[in-house]
């Protein structure tokens, strides 16, 4: 069966301090996966999407970055973390498009910038 | 814009029926989804619906009028475990899902 894996779980981090959350599927090839993120009481936003490895479609421009180094493996990282960047990060992937099928998401990260 | 309203928070009672509403204003229409969300975990998948009327699945079930822009969860026999936030998200005619900022469901004994 496939599962998704993200961590860490939750982190707090300074102003300015780098991160990298990372993201793997088990049991499924060639996933499309995402980053998203989830505010308190707005909907999740799509950050990142990819279809395959070291391709990377952003959504939203901003201080974070995505990278696929491998099939299954999907990572987040900033340089340099803004208050902003406060939220629940989730990781998810798809067979073929989404709109064939549905999300699978991750355990969720959440990340406290102080 | 894309837009998703649904009320950002209902209070049922166990063993009652609860219908969440949702409605949309999109670039175009590709199906509707609706997630649920427990406080602190990832949202799981619970129905899709691309045509019009409603798709059962146990206890719940998912209506759509696309000509609306409408849809809702229906909840029966309500739960302890049902409380959690529900989400709707539309897929648009670019096949990138719009999300609502969830309803979050309260069961009372």
């Known amino acids: 069966s496939q599962t998704i894996h993200q961590w860490p779980a939750t982190l707090v981090q300074p102003v300015g301090s780098p991160l990298s959350l990372e993201c793997t599927v088990e049991?499924?090839?060639?996933?499309?996966l995402y980053w998203y993120r989830q505010a308190a009481g707005r909907g999740l936003q799509l950050l990142f999407y990819s279809v395959g490895i070291g391709q990377i479609s952003s959504e939203v421009p901003q201080n974070l970055s995505a990278s696929r180094p491998q099939d299954r493996q999907f990572i987040l990282s900033s340089k340099k973390l803004l208050l902003s960047d406060s939220g629940f990060y989730l990781c998810?992937?798809?067979?073929?498009?989404?709109?064939?099928?549905?999300?699978?998401f991750g355990e969720g990260s959440r990340l406290t910038v102080l | 814009g894309q837009n998703i309203d649904q009320p950002t928070e209902m209070t049922a009672t166990e063993g009652a029926i609860v219908q969440i509403n949702c409605t949309y204003q999109?670039?175009?229409?590709?199906?509707l989804f609706w997630y649920q969300q427990h406080a602190g975990e990832a949202p799981t998948f619970l129905s899709y619906n691309v045509l019009d009327g409603l798709e059962e699945k146990g206890r719940f079930s998912s209506f759509l009028s696309r000509s609306k822009g409408y849809s809702y969860l229906l909840l029966k026999e309500l739960q302890m475990k049902d409380s959690a936030s529900y989400l709707c998200a539309v897929l648009d005619s670019n096949y990138q899902l719009i999300w609502g900022a969830g309803t979050k469901l309260i069961i009372k004994p």
């Open positions: 998810a992937w798809s067979v073929g498009q989404v709109h064939t099928g549905e999300l699978f």
């Open positions: 999109t670039s175009g229409f590709n199906g």
């Open positions: 049991g499924t090839s060639n996933p499309n």
